[in-house]
């Protein structure tokens, strides 16, 4: 398919020779493009560019989890946020049910936090990860499930082609109220009631 592309698209090789930035500045937010085609770490590019301090609060939004919920737990163990919410889709996705329970981890199903009117939500195909610090917001969208073959780990590359950008903010933002995604505070989802 590529060289099909290469072959009919002319002005591509045009602009082969362009230098390409991963970074662009765009109203006060810094966008950062985190990619792999098999052959990097997501999860490492995302560890090199998220900020040092202390995290708040980190929300993870996904169709699609580990049954351990590996991601989770990579990220728990290496930015230890104080709170983390984690969005599931139990009638189409997969959950991370053998998840061990854990006092700062809530868990929440996507029609419980996603306001559609009296319609059902949709189906959920979003990726989110927001990560909210006390003076710094940073989001992660793509095409990243919240799975180990889609984000790699610190030592293992990713399995899946995949792309996503990191917008960081140097403002306490949300931009999942932006979207309507409301986060109650207390979870929506019992882990331990779910049946596979």
């Known amino acids: 398919k590529w060289d099909w592309l290469i072959k009919n698209s002319q002005w591509l090789s045009d602009i082969s020779n362009t230098p390409i930035s991963n970074v662009a ?24 560019n ?24 990579n990220l728990l163990n290496d930015l230890k946020p104080e709170t983390v919410d984690v969005v599931v889709v139990s009638r189409f996705g997969t959950v991370p049910y053998k998840f061990p329970i854990q006092k700062s981890v809530q868990f929440h199903e996507w029609e419980n936090v996603k306001n ?12 989110i990860i927001q990560f909210k610090y006390k003076n710094e917001t940073c989001i992660l969208t793509g095409s990243t499930n919240a799975t180990i073959e889609a984000l790699g780990t610190k030592t293992t590359t990713s399995r899946n082609a995949e792309m996503s950008i990191l917008i960081k903010s140097n403002e306490n933002k949300n931009w999942l109220e932006e979207l309507e995604i409301k986060i109650p505070l207390k979870g929506t989802f019992n882990l331990s009631s779910y049946n596979k």
């Open 116 to 127: 559609n009117g009296n319609n059902e939500s949709p189906r959920l195909h979003a990726k």
């Open 50 to 73: 998220l900020p040092k301090g202390i995290l708040e609060n980190m929300t993870i939004i996904s169709p699609y989890y580990n049954k351990n919920g590996d991601v989770i737990t």
């Open 25 to 48: 500045i765009n109203n006060n937010e810094k966008l950062i493009l985190l990619k792999s085609f098999a052959d990097a770490s997501i999860y490492n590019q995302l560890l090199e």
